[in-house]
């Protein structure tokens, strides 16, 4: 919550924001947990889950997006930072963030 506010919290649902929500990678992330072995899916911890061909968790009203490694770890996508970009970058790596340009 510290990079998208608490606001965000009422709207992570797939009601909100569909295949890019919070909660759609959730549910495909509990899925591939249980189809896909421990071992295999940290020997490719760097690939990304997809929810229907979408790749990116949307942060609040549709700025910032987050990738989501096969290991659950949140990735903080540089490139589509919202503006200040330089200010959010820096609040999702003090919020323990690894970002991926």
Not at 2 to 31: H, I, N, P, T, W
Not at 47 to 70: K, M, P
Not at 74 to 91: D, G, H, M, N, R
């Amino acid at each position: 919550m510290e990079v998208e506010g608490e606001e965000y919290r009422r709207c992570k649902s797939m009601e909100s924001f569909g295949l890019c929500s919070f909660d759609a990678f959730l549910q495909e992330y509990e899925s591939l947990t249980k189809r896909i072995p421990d071992e295999l899916r940290l020997k490719n911890r760097d690939l990304h889950i997809t929810v229907d061909g979408n790749a990116a968790i949307y942060g609040l009203d549709g700025y910032n997006r987050y990738g989501v490694n096969w290991d659950g770890e949140l990735v903080f996508i540089e490139q589509l930072a919202a503006f200040p970009q330089k200010e959010t970058i820096k609040k999702a790596k003090q919020a323990g963030f690894r970002t991926k340009y």
